[in-house]
Nanobody, 120 residues
Framework: QVQLVESGGGLVQPGGSLRLSCAAS????????MGWYRQAPGKQREVVAT???????TYGDSVKGRFTISRDNTKNTVYLQMNSLKPEDTAVYYC??????????????WGQGTQVTVSS
């Protein structure tokens, strides 16, 4: 079993910053990719940012230059630093990892989601 525990969401004013964290635990053998996705009300889930085990990053067009993804492989933790937040960034943010465990090959796992609200 793999558990993902997210933290760091909340309410912030436009132009503010938040930092999300997601710690993975369980019978993990290797984590290939970690990332963040988000889903706003009435919209499809979209990718925010991903990072491979080697540190290669990708970003959604709407967050480039404002968000930074990073990971600590020693802690199996991924972070999302969000700066210059806009009301349109309001969504539930989900952590995702692609990992192998002692009982499963490369599989996607999802966190429970954390709410980010950008409003004055």
């Amino acid at each position: 079993q793999v558990q993902l525990v997210e933290s760091g969401g909340g309410l912030v004013q436009p132009g503010g910053s938040l930092r999300l964290s997601c710690a993975a635990s369980g019978s993990i053998f290797d984590i290939y990719r970690m990332g963040w996705y988000r889903q706003a009300p009435g919209k499809q889930r979209e990718v925010v940012a991903t990072i491979t085990s080697g540190g290669t990053t990708t970003y959604g067009d709407s967050v480039k230059g404002r968000f930074t993804i990073s990971r600590d492989n020693t802690k199996n933790t991924v972070y999302l630093q969000m700066n210059s937040l806009k009301p349109e960034d309001t969504a539930v943010y989900y952590c995702n990892i692609r990992a192998s465990t002692i009982s499963a090959i490369a599989t996607n796992y999802w966190g429970q989601g954390t709410q980010v609200t950008v409003s004055s």
